[in-house]
């Protein structure tokens, strides 16, 4: 996999917290501890770090996408 144990548990995770933002109408702060993550600024963080957005602006441009 040429990462760390602990690298491939938190893009699992983000990845959780990804599809959760997606398919679900949980707030974020639900999301986060779903994903087992500790705050919402906690996956708040990793996601705009691995995704270039936080999980709010994803969530906008989703919802903008469908109003369109």
Same mark, same amino acid.
Request: hydrophobic share 35%; net charge positive.
């Given at each position: 996999?040429? %990462?760390?144990? $602990?690298?491939?548990?938190?893009?699992?995770?983000?990845?959780?917290?990804?599809?959760?933002?997606?398919? =679900?109408?949980?707030?974020?702060?639900?999301? $986060?501890? $779903?994903? +087992?993550? #500790?705050?919402?600024?906690?996956?708040?963080?990793?996601?705009? &770090?691995?995704?270039? %957005? =936080?999980?709010? +602006? #994803?969530?906008?441009?989703?919802? $903008? =996408?469908? &109003?369109?």
């Amino acid at each position: 996999m040429n %990462e760390a144990p $602990a690298q491939t548990y938190r893009n699992m995770r983000l990845e959780r917290a990804h599809i959760l933002l997606t398919e =679900t109408n949980l707030s974020v702060m639900e999301i $986060a501890m $779903a994903a +087992g993550f #500790h705050s919402k600024n906690g996956v708040s963080r990793q996601y705009k &770090d691995r995704c270039g %957005e =936080t999980p709010f +602006g #994803h969530r906008g441009r989703l919802r $903008a =996408t469908d &109003d369109a």
